[in-house]
């Protein structure tokens, strides 16, 4: 496009970050600054041991398939109220057949998700980009953008959660491009562009959501390990941003309390009187855990609360 600023878009924006992966960020909690500290990834998407941001499980036998597919009766019984359920689960199991992994309960999760928004929503997305804040490896932005291949997604991430994020991301939807602009001057450009599909944004660099046209918003699990001033500067981005409507799925503890004694509760978010609220409950799904070992099944004493809602819009202060 001539005349647009030069942006680093595949491997050139996982480089990218690479390089910045090790620099201190603004935007860590507690939480993250303990438990990031053993995570590392490299531009292949590389994930040496185990990571903070879910299971990655390589074994794809077909005995280990067949297991988590039993396993996993309880999460399709409850997809069953859903009508796009049956074809946002096809297209998880093809974001793990392209990533290499197995569909783990993490990645059910995201599917129900995704199911119980598209049925709330129905044909009443709203224009603009999707925005996944704190995803785990991607597993969220490629699904929203196979289900909606004709509206960009900005990911959201720290540094190296997003570096991880970009790098399945683009395994997982190989015909568009991933860029991670750090100004205002390149997210425009990166939104502007129909070949790039998916956007990263530093954590640290978020004010540059005041960029997006947000039509949607996700957030799932990653509030609950955020400060309140940083989860507080997230709502107030989406509700200035420059969209008519935007919907905000918001799924995390009821209750957390962070490793420097900070409490965060989902009731405390800064929500308004004037969201538009579509549901509001305690999360059937995220109730469950399974495993390999009699009883198989367990309940997870972490109580998760989801809302769907459109936010009350402000003007940009």
């Not at 074994?59 to 049956?86: D, E």
């Not at 995201?110 to 598209?118: C, E, G």
């Not at 960009?152 to 568009?176: G, Q, S």
């Not at 308004?272 to 009699?294: A, F, N, Q, V």
Request: hydrophobic content about 40%; proline content about 6%.
């Amino acid at each position: 496009m001539a005349g647009s600023p030069e942006i680093a878009v595949d491997a050139a924006a996982l480089r990218a970050l690479e390089r910045t992966g090790g620099d201190e960020e603004q935007s860590q909690s507690s939480y993250w600054r303990q438990e990031v500290q053993g995570f590392d990834i490299d531009k292949d998407g590389v994930v040496p041991g185990a990571g903070p941001m879910g299971n990655v499980s390589r074994k794809t036998g077909i005995l280990r398939t067949n297991a988590h597919w039993v396993l996993q009766t309880p999460f399709r019984f409850i997809g069953r109220r859903f009508a796009t359920f049956a074809e946002t689960q096809r297209l998880g199991r093809l974001v793990a057949n392209r990533q290499g992994r197995q569909l783990t309960q993490d990645m059910m999760r995201q599917v129900l998700a995704l199911s119980l928004i598209r049925d709330h929503l129905g044909g009443d997305i709203p224009e603009g980009a999707a925005v996944v804040i704190g995803d785990g490896y991607g597993v969220m932005t490629s699904l929203v953008r196979l289900t909606f291949p004709d509206i960009p997604v900005v990911a959201v991430n720290l540094t190296k959660p997003l570096l991880a994020d970009l790098a399945f991301a683009k395994r997982a939807v190989p015909d568009t491009s991933v860029a991670a602009p750090d100004s205002a001057t390149g997210i425009r450009a990166a939104l502007a562009r129909r070949d790039i599909g998916i956007i990263g944004v530093r954590a640290d660099d978020a004010a540059l959501l005041a960029e997006v046209p947000v039509g949607m918003a996700i957030n799932i699990h990653s509030m609950q390990e955020m400060s309140t001033p940083v989860i507080a500067r997230y709502f107030e981005l989406l509700r200035a941003a420059p969209s008519a409507r935007t919907a905000f799925y918001c799924c995390n503890r009821v209750e957390k309390r962070l490793y420097d004694g900070e409490i965060i509760r989902f009731d405390e978010y800064p929500w308004k009187s004037g969201d538009t609220i579509l549901m509001d409950e305690i999360c059937p799904w995220d109730h469950w855990e399974y495993g390999t070992r009699p009883p198989f099944w367990r309940r997870n004493p972490n109580i998760k609360r989801h809302r769907l809602a459109f936010l009350e819009k402000v003007s940009a202060g």
